[in-house]
């Protein structure tokens, strides 16, 4: 199946300052989505990004499908942007299509 | 903007008891999703559903599981006798035009 490595595993942020979080993905996507998990455990949507570039705020998001690789930034960082992001994908869309989730990537933001 | 719906947020329950998970999808989907995490891991695929039958199923989802759409709203995951090892979050989805939508979770508790 498809492989979806993501980096850093680990970061750790002053406030204020600026990151990018990197997803790299084995096999031609046509879904990728970017999750945010909070300290509840909620996954929330930030990003569906098959291709091409989108912005949301302090995040944007940029999906390279032809070089099998995804980028999100996040500028100006503030506290309650720390917990795991996690970056996904999805090979096909048919009835059993499922997304494959990469480890993720831990993110601390101090004050 | 419109939700997937999981209940309850939290279940504790013996070894060896039969557990229902409910989930409310949104309403126009028709694909239909059950993940799981164990605490500090990936999130892992169990199930996909469409058509009122299963299209698609991990190793994971062993004869233990089933799912079920009992009527035109509910999606229900049930795990027959737990397992310790079945500690885990336990997250619903469904497949809209913009991605998947993700439930806030199940954090079920096998003691």
């Known amino acids: 199946g498809i492989q979806v490595e993501q980096s850093p595993p680990d970061l750790i942020l002053q406030e204020g300052a600026n990151s990018t979080l990197r997803c790299n993905f084995s096999?031609?996507?046509?879904?990728l989505q970017w999750f945010h998990q909070n300290p509840w455990g909620q996954l929330i949507n930030l990003f569906y990004i098959p291709s091409g570039t989108k912005q949301n705020g302090r995040l944007s998001a940029t999906t390279v499908a032809t070089e099998r690789y995804s980028l999100l930034y996040i500028s100006s960082s503030q506290t309650t942007d720390s917990g795991v992001y996690f970056c996904a994908v999805k090979t096909y869309t048919g009835a059993n299509s499922k997304l494959t989730f990469g480890k993720g990537i831990t993110l601390s933001v101090r004050p | 903007e419109p939700e997937v719906t999981q209940t309850p947020s939290h279940q504790v329950t013996q070894m060896g008891q039969e557990v229902i998970l409910r989930c409310v999808p949104i309403s126009n989907h028709l694909y239909f999703y059950w993940y799981r995490q164990i605490l500090g891991q990936k999130v892992e695929f169990l199930v996909s559903?469409?058509?009122?039958?299963?299209?698609?199923k991990s190793e994971i989802f062993d004869d233990q599981f089933s799912v079920e759409r009992p009527d035109g709203s509910n999606f229900t995951l049930k795990i027959r006798s737990t397992k310790l090892e079945d500690s885990a979050m336990y997250f619903c989805a469904s497949r809209g035009g913009g991605g998947d939508t993700f439930g806030s979770g199940t954090r079920l508790t096998v003691v």
């Open positions: 559903f469409y058509n009122n039958e299963i299209s698609e």
């Open positions: 096999d031609s996507v046509n879904n």
